[in-house]
Every structure is written in structure tokens, then in C-alpha cells.
């Protein structure tokens, strides 16, 4: 298992972590299998979308807030009951396949840490399993 | 593969079920890889979140019951749109990784059986791949 | 690692792709492990729900959209960010528990490619992991 840790500076905030994945791939020396992705937080999420067009991000954090508001019949004393709903819709992983040594990924798909509660630091853990 | 069942007492209610999980990972022997969980059914769902304080779950679930209510402009006769909508957006099955025996789980983080549609007798199928 | 096609002919709409997800199994020739299975575009998603009865797939459509809408303060030019939102929402793969050479699905269940930017021709990436 390989771990990394990402610094978020907003409350909502998506990070793009492709490339620390594809490098505990590499440190993994497995080239076909699977890689799952995993935040080890219950605030926070691992999505994957656009990584062209900064306004696809931008769009993502504004509809889930209104979705899931930061204000509202909450009774969780902490005042992030909107983050743990981010958390449970978006997920706490993502399991991408691996094929002769490269991540299968569409042209546009990248990795991202999904920050709802932020800012915090967070730990991300990698697992690389072989076919 | 492993199997468990859980009895759920309410149409909208979240089960822990980490020490289930647990249990079989202990029973297949497996320390290092990653643990497959999976609900059989079209109106339930597995998901991580906070297992500390329970008004986490309490707000999950009104607020998912707000994104997907039971009443709504619905064909399916059988009045339960809302359940499918929310095991599609919770998801079927959650990954989580193990480590030297150890499931990788954030502090306050556990995982969770979401009955969408019960009173129910429900299977719960639980798959370990070793590295 | 097996690939395969769908055609999509609306905007929004889900395929059953269960029979395919089936033939990329079988030809693996793996009988005991799990199966990944993933889309790799950024605006539409994988899910598993009823196959029976197909008011069950309108209804998710319709409230999907619901919650995702079209119209919106959205600033990517494109006119899609609804559909991005949908695909963080549903997410970009299932995984499938695979025991002596049966995909484990409930009743039900089916295994749904989720169209939310079509007509489109789409890629499914299938790995079959090994317990």
C-alpha cells in the first residue's frame, strides 16, 4: 500500500492527484491490473471528471453545495452534516483499471481528491493488485 | 466469497457493518489486498461514513430522503422510485483496502449497510482479493 | 483487459450492458474473483439497478435530471456541466463480485452504462481480477 497526503486550502475544493497515483503505480512495478483510490476521511471524496476546462471543477463544487447546503435541518453538532452527504454521494473511492503498465483513462478523466471540509490535510492511500 | 445478512427494521435505515466485514476478512486468510462489498439489491446500498456521533447517519438519511423523495412525478408501480434513485446514487458496493491484516479505515470511518426500502431480510456479499 | 461499444441514441439514457459484462468474464476464463467495470468519459457513468421494469430507468432519468438540470449557473461553455455533475454522482465504474464463474447480482440487478451527454459512440474497459 502506498499513501500520500494532499493540503487543502478551501472548504470545497477538488484536487487533480492523477499523477501521485500514476507514480505509486510505477512504484508498485505491477503494469495490468486494477488501482484503487481511497480517502480515509469522512468529509472528503475521490471523483473522477475533466481535467481540461477549470469551469467543469468550478461547476462540480457549485451544484453539489446546492444540493447538499452547508446550511440547513442538520443535528450534527459539528457543522459539516453537508460534508458527510458530499462524502456518501461522491464516494470514498474510485478503482481505475490498469493495462500494460499505463492507467486506462479517457482523454479528458483525471483523478480527484474531492475536499468538503477543508482546509484540512488529508491522506490518500493507494492499492496496486495484479491480475 | 463471503455472505451475511442483516434484518433492517425501517423503510429508510443505515447499518453498521464493519465488524461483519472484519469477520470475513479475518476468515479468508488474506493480509494484504483489497475487500469487495457489495448489496444485492436495487434499493439498498453500501456506504463509508462517520460511525461516531449518530446524527451523521440521521442527517444522511433525511437529506437524502430531501434529494429523493417517495413522493414524486414516479412510473414504477411498485413506489419505491425514491429507494432505486438513492442506490444509485449511494452505489452498490464499496472497496476498501487491507493492510498486514488491518482494513484501512479512517478514524471515523465505518461501513455502512443502507436499507432504502425496508422493513427487509437482506445479503450483503463480501469478496477478499489478496495482492 | 477487455473494451466494448455502445451506440447511444438520446441525451440521457441508460443501456444494460449485463450480457457484455458477462462475455468479457467468460472469455477471461477467471471463475473466483471481481470485475471492474468502467467508463471512460467524463460525462457518463456505470450503475447497477432493476432490470425488470423499465419505469424504474425513465424514473432515474427523470430525477437525475431533476437534480442535475441542464439549465443552470454553470460557466463551462460547453453546455454540459448537468452531465458532468450526473457522472460524479453515479460514477465512472462498478465492481462485481465474480464465484465460481457466476457474476454475484441480486435478483434484479443489472448492470447499467449511463449516457448523459449522447448520441454518442462510448468505450466500456472490463478487467477481470482473480481471487
Redesign the interface.
Known amino acids: ?1 502506498r499513501s500520500f497526503h494532499v493540503a487543502t486550502g478551501q472548504r470545497n475544493q477538488m484536487i487533480e492527484i492523477t499523477d501521485e497515483v500514476r507514480r505509486c503505480v510505477a512504484e508498485s512495478g505491477v503494469e ?3 488501482v ?1 483510490v ?5 468529509t472528503a471524496a475521490i ?4 481535467n481540461a ?1 477549470p ?2 471543477v ?3 463544487n ?3 453545495s446546492r ?2 447546503p452547508e446550511k ?7 457543522g459539516n ?1 453537508d460534508s ?2 458530499k ?13 500494460r503498465g499505463r492507467l ?3 482523454t ?2 483525471g483523478i480527484y481528491f474531492c475536499e468538503f471540509d477543508g482546509p484540512r490535510q488529508r ?1 490518500i ?1 493507494v ?5
Open positions: 500500500m495490468d491490473g486494477i484503487t481511497f480517502a480515509a476521511h469522512t471523483t473522477i471528471n475533466e476546462d469551469d467543469v468550478r461547476d462540480l457549485v451544484h453539489l444540493l447538499s440547513g435541518d442538520y443535528r450534527h453538532a459539528e452534516s458527510h452527504l462524502s456518501t454521494l461522491v464516494g470514498a473511492s474510485e478503482t481505475v483499471l490498469l493495462n486506462i483513462l479517457g479528458w478523466q491522506t492511500h492499492k496496486v493488485i495484479g491480475q
